[in-house]
């Protein structure tokens, strides 16, 4: 009894599907993307050798790279983003994919490093939040929504640069 009430509903579902295939028809799946932001300074030659960014300056045109591990701890995805004017970037994780969902997940397996400054007085890597090894991302609520479109916004940074001469500072 219960096995054809089972095939009645089965066959019913089939005629809906066929007598009405817009009723049916599933949404478009939304795709969710990965965006990493963060800004790059030049430090202070009064804070070098500390965390400090007090008087930093943004440094446009610096470069970064966004780097994620899949579970085995093999790059999976890498990408190099300039910053714009005031030392912003904003990296739209175009092909990255996670097949392990939680060892996966940007907060565990990508971070960023600075690569490069165009300023010559400012071209000397700092470890400002680990940018030496690679500054963990945060996740800070931010998303984008869209029609069919999802970004989830994870921050990384500050990172800086230092310069390659500070003055020695005399105490009198």
């Given amino acids: 009894m219960a096995s054809n009430q089972f095939l009645i509903l089965v066959s019913s579902l089939s005629f809906l599907q066929l007598a009405f295939p817009t009723l049916m028809?599933?949404?478009?799946?939304?795709?969710?993307?990965?965006?990493?932001?963060?800004?790059?300074?030049?430090?202070?030659?009064?804070?070098?050798?500390?965390?400090?960014?007090?008087?930093?300056?943004?440094?446009?045109?610096a470069k970064v790279s966004v780097i994620c591990k899949n579970h085995k701890d093999q790059v999976s995805y890498y990408k190099v983003i300039e910053t714009d004017g005031n030392g912003y970037f904003y990296a739209q994780l175009e092909g990255f994919t996670m097949s392990q969902y939680l060892l996966e997940h940007p907060l565990q397996a990508c971070h960023?490093?600075?690569?490069?400054?165009?300023?010559q007085n400012c071209n000397l890597l700092t470890n400002i939040n680990y940018g030496l090894y690679g500054?963990?991302?945060r996740y800070e609520t931010k998303k984008l929504f869209g029609s069919n479109y999802e970004a989830v916004i994870y921050a990384a940074g500050p990172l800086a640069f230092r310069p390659d001469h500070c003055p020695l500072l005399t105490h009198f």
């Fill in 25 to 61: 028809a599933a949404e478009p799946a939304k795709k969710t993307n990965v965006v990493v932001e963060g800004v790059v300074y030049c430090q202070s030659c009064e804070q070098a050798g500390t965390w400090s960014l007090s008087g930093a300056k943004p440094i446009p045109a």
């Fill in 112 to 119: 960023v490093k600075p690569v490069s400054s165009p300023l």
């Fill in 135 to 137: 500054s963990p991302l």
